[in-house]
């Protein structure tokens, strides 16, 4: 969440200084897609097992 709030206003942002209108879509596209590779980067690791046993 925090991600799509941080790039997604840094997207509104860099469109008012530019005057652009498709930069806040694609920092909450970016900050989405950042959020989500931190949690898998994150919880994503599976411990390898013992087949010894």
């Given at each position: 969440?925090?991600?799509?709030?941080?790039?997604?206003?840094?997207g509104?942002?860099?469109?008012?200084?530019?005057?652009?209108?498709?930069?806040?879509?694609?920092?909450?596209?970016?900050?989405?897609?950042?959020?989500?590779?931190?949690?898998?980067?994150?919880?994503?690791?599976?411990?390898?097992?013992?087949?010894?046993?």
């Amino acid at each position: 969440m925090a991600g799509v709030l941080l790039y997604g206003g840094a997207g509104w942002l860099a469109d008012r200084w530019l005057g652009t209108t498709f930069l806040v879509a694609i920092g909450i596209l970016l900050g989405a897609g950042f959020g989500i590779y931190m949690v898998v980067k994150q919880f994503g690791h599976v411990p390898p097992t013992d087949s010894k046993k």
